[in-house]
């Protein structure tokens, strides 16, 4: 099946694919903004224009925004990262136009009325401490706000103190400067007509440019000298650790393939190393995996785990003891095989929705420019060899890493605690 690709004379963005199998149409209208495009100053105010967006529009109010979608079965709903802005919805094949009216009014002709202004800034900062209070929010936030530079450090919900004090000039500011067609995308996947390509170019070509805007897909920048953040806690039973490294970006595209099946193989799933060999054998923790973030240029690396204080110094020696063992002698075959197999069967499965559809040509359009087909990516996965795999595994796993823990205020001394490091050495 063939990708719409489109870039408009307005400089927006259009792209699709259609499913004539399924009776559903996922669609979004995203921006390429968010909280790494904010100053200090109005940090989260990305995230506070998606919030408010949503409590109407000059023709609309907030229950005839979302109520004629969810009454026929559909979902609306929205999220902000560091670089983008995606509001989308998901309706049956019949509701596609006025699923796009709804969506197109929602993020072009926003009221900002200062009531509905006060009532979200409540909101979002009961959503700051919520994120405070969770363990995994509180040290990836505070892990990510020392190891990358300061515009992808900045929290995406933004501060306790800018969140109360952003004024609707800020916001109604900054989404006239950022909401432009330079940064606008529309995306869309399943059974959908001619009919609604034409309306969505039409939306998007009424889009004004920002001649004084020249919008560039930014990448951060990773701390070079190892970091050791450490917060203590009364309220926490158990240490909360958080591993980070350097990862490969889009640009290195042999190179982040590879490492893409080997966060596969390594942290996803029950049957993954990390699971496995440290869950299932070992029994000294609930929760453990990894994760791989990238963007145009960089990417980074994240292995995640919380157990008993007595556990620590064990878990730490395990997870050495498996990265050493990849870093000398590499993933065995039958490893690369889960990995390569996993990643494939994923891809090939997210296609029966046209939702995760619509996320990865997201994704791919606003960090890479445009998306690949699944053909291609299943051909990435298939050229992929065992050795190629092994050499960018060596290459960016060996070094020293970032460390975080999260502690119980009371832990009793650890060596690993007392030790402030962590290196796996080629």
């Known amino acids: 099946m063939s990708i719409l690709y489109k870039e408009l004379s307005n400089n927006a963005t259009l792209v699709g694919e259609r499913k004539e199998e399924t009776r559903t149409v996922s669609m979004a209208f995203a921006v390429k903004v968010g909280s790494a495009d904010e100053d200090d100053p109005i940090s989260g105010v990305s995230h506070f224009i998606e919030h408010t967006l949503f409590k109407g529009t000059k023709d609309r109010n907030a229950f005839e925004i979302k109520e004629p979608i969810e009454r026929i079965g559909g979902s609306l709903n929205a999220y902000t990262g560091r670089i983008s802005t995606v509001y989308y919805a998901k309706v049956p094949d019949t509701y596609s136009h006025e699923a796009l009216d709804i969506l197109f009014d929602l993020i072009s002709s926003p009221r900002f009325e200062e009531s509905a202004i006060e009532l979200e800034r409540g909101v979002i900062l009961e959503e700051i401490a919520s994120a405070e209070d969770d363990p995994y929010d ?30 609707r000039e800020d916001i109604s500011n900054f989404y006239e400067h950022k909401y432009i067609a330079d940064r606008a995308i ?24 920002n001649n004084s805007e020249t919008p560039a897909t930014k990448s951060p920048m990773i701390s070079k000298e190892p970091l050791w953040i450490v917060e203590k806690r009364k309220d926490l039973q158990q240490v909360h650790l958080l591993l980070t490294k350097g990862a490969p970006g889009r640009k290195s595209r042999g190179d982040f393939e590879a490492f893409k099946v080997f966060n596969i193989l390594f942290g996803s ?7 496995h060999n440290i869950r299932e054998e ?53 490893q690369f095989n889960y990995g390569t197999e996993r990643l494939r069967g994923k891809l090939l499965m997210s296609t029966e929705g046209t939702l995760s559809t619509l996320s990865r040509f997201l994704d791919d359009v606003v960090i890479c420019g445009r998306p690949d087909s699944l053909e291609t990516l299943i051909e990435k996965i298939d050229d992929l060899t065992i050795e190629e795999l092994n050499s960018v595994a060596r290459e960016y796993l060996s070094g020293s890493w970032n460390v975080s823990l999260l502690l119980p205020k009371n832990m009793p001394d650890s060596s690993f605690v007392a030790g402030h490091g962590f290196s796996i050495l080629e």
């Open 282 to 334: 070992l029994g000294m923790v609930y929760n453990i995996n990894s994760e791989f973030v990238s963007y145009t240029e960089s990417g980074a690396f994240m292995i995640n785990a919380s157990t008993n204080p007595k556990n620590l110094d064990d878990l730490i020696g395990s997870l050495e003891n498996e990265l050493h063992r990849i870093v000398e002698k590499g993933v065995s075959q039958a």
């Open 269 to 275: 799933g029950m049957s993954s190393i990390l699971f």
């Open 186 to 209: 529309f995306a869309v996947t399943g059974n959908y007509g001619d009919s609604l390509i034409d309306s969505a170019q039409e939306k998007l070509l009424s889009l004004q440019r």
């Open 138 to 167: 509180r040290i990836y936030d505070m892990t990510i706000q020392k190891v990358w530079d300061r515009d992808f450090g900045r929290p995406i919900l933004g501060y306790d103190s800018t969140v109360k004090l952003l004024s």
